[in-house]
């Protein structure tokens, strides 16, 4: 078993984290750390700390329970989808360092059962469409299936953990009424969410189908696949978007970093990169409707009757 209390603090999702602070009531540092937590997660930074004592060890693993139960009592999406991201990605440093044994260990608090060795691990199917992420590296048809499992390296292992890390950190039940020291902390955490006032506002029939949906999904903040990105800014640097009002778009994805997406949206103006078929946006599985118009950009070229037939 790799179980124990430094297991715990790497994974503080996992069953034996939940034995140990058992009857800890969150007290003042618990719920400071908590917040603490939540902030880092926001900025995207990485909430891993040094600690040496078993007190600050129970601490920190009390602290991401007192944070599931703030962010239950906000039922904010924001925070929480951020806080997830940054909570997975936490844990996938500790995974990429920890060996095979603790990789199990938390394989399986989510039901991820491989078989194999090395790089030829076969994951069941179901396991696998539930855990992969929505790319065209993942996609089955460029993966070995072979008697209903999928043939995976031990990285993608890994990365299915993350995502189902990422999923079950997502999924906080509503918290009615808890503790007031907690309910305190959740008002104060709120002030933290960025404003958006300058959102772009976009309406039916602005943009096709697949630049909708990922605009939805960007402002309910659900997290795009890479392909979708490049996409998204290709598109909208199309269009004679700016890169500012570009970065704002993407400003509300769990994992948003300011310098990375300004970076990128310039590098695609810079290097003129052009905007995919729909074609090609097919095999990245983005596209969702039948427009019959070959190109994202010949949506423009629409009537309105037209888009609305499509839309419907
Ligand atoms: S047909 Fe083209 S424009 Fe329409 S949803 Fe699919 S990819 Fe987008």
Known sequence: MAEGLDFSVRYPFSESAKKHIQGMAPDER????????????LKGESSARMLLHDTEKMEEIASFAAARMMLGHLHNN????????NE???????LDRDGDAAVDEV??????????????LAV????YLRYSLRNPDY????????HGTVEIKRSQKLRLIEEAVRQHVEDIPLVKDPPDIIKQAAKKLLAEIPKNESRIIIKAGDHPPCVMKMLESARKHENLP????????????????GEEAIVKVFEDLPDFNEKVTKYQVSHIRKKEYSVPSCATIMTYGLCCAVCGIGHPLNWHTLTDDRKGVIRK
Request: charged residues 25%.
């Open 30 to 41: 618990i719920v400071e750390l908590a917040v603490e937590r939540v902030k880092k997660a």
């Open 78 to 85: 924001f925070l929480t989808s951020r806080f997830a991201v």
């Open 88 to 94: 997975s990605k936490r844990a996938r440093g500790y």
């Open 107 to 120: 394989a399986s608090r989510f039901g991820i059962a491989t078989k194999g060795e090395g790089d030829r």
């Open 124 to 127: 069941d199917l179901p396991t």
């Open 139 to 146: 996609r089955l048809i460029n993966m070995r299936i072979l």
């Open 226 to 241: 890479h392909h979708a990105r490049w996409y998204l800014a290709t598109y909208l640097t199309a269009i004679g978007m």
